[in-house]
């Protein structure tokens, strides 16, 4: 699979790079927390990295002053497995250089995204990136090694499910608030009654 970077033309219509952040602090506040075993880890929101500087910014410049929240995912993924979106931009800041696996949610048909639309872009540690709300998008994938990567997302994002009755094929596809997710039928999300919805190869960069 090709990997491009996200200083690539092709990545427009999926993120932007961003400028004008301070990340120093936050990037030493994600190397003083440990790497998980294997697999990959994800918190919404995480205190030591909340109550770095750079919050502020995300925040009111990032969000127009919305309340956000900044967490981490870390690990050692190397394949798709799911892809997911929500109403809004994520932003993303990695330690380490890693890889994001995007599609577009507009080519979800019936339900169903084919996996040979995902295109792979490379971001370089220490770079914040703005991955678009019509960009679906999972777990990073590492470059070498593991991966440490920021996520900040609307405070509550990712949380529990809020209850409610589906009344449309889409509400049945949230897993968590503000999550909506497609599984591959080989991902342990499927196996756990997450919606089947990408078809085609389960793309693994290794």
């Given at each position: 699979m090709e990997i491009l970077s996200v200083y690539d033309e092709a990545f427009r219509e999926y993120g932007k790079v961003l400028e004008g952040y301070d990340c120093a602090e936050l990037l030493a506040a994600m190397d003083k927390i440990p790497m998980p075993a294997a697999g990959v880890s994800y918190e919404p929101g995480i205190d030591s990295l909340e109550a770095c500087k750079v919050f502020a910014d995300f925040r009111d410049k990032g969000y127009g002053g919305m309340p956000i929240e900044i967490g981490m995912c870390w690990g050692y993924n190397t394949k798709l497995n799911c892809l997911e979106y929500h109403r809004d931009s994520e932003i993303n800041l990695g330690l380490t250089d890693f890889v994001l696996l995007l599609a577009?949610?507009?080519?979800?048909?019936?339900?169903?995204?084919?996996?040979?639309?995902?295109?792979?872009?490379?971001?370089?540690?220490?770079?914040?990136?703005?991955?678009?709300?019509?960009?679906?998008?999972?777990?990073?994938?590492?470059?070498?090694?593991?991966?440490?990567?920021?996520?900040?997302?609307?405070?509550?994002?990712?949380?529990?499910?809020?209850?409610y009755v589906p009344a449309c094929e889409e509400d049945k596809w949230m897993t968590a608030r503000n999550k909506w997710l497609l599984a591959h039928e080989e991902a342990d999300e499927a196996k756990s009654g997450a919606h089947i919805g990408l078809k085609g190869v389960n793309i693994d960069i290794a």
């Open positions: 577009k949610q507009g080519d979800i048909v019936d339900g169903v995204l084919n996996t040979a639309t995902v295109k792979a872009f490379k971001a370089p540690a220490g770079v914040p990136v703005e991955v678009f709300a019509t960009s679906l998008h999972y777990a990073p994938c590492r470059v070498e090694g593991g991966f440490k990567v920021v996520v900040v997302l609307p405070r509550g994002t990712n949380t529990e499910k809020p209850a």
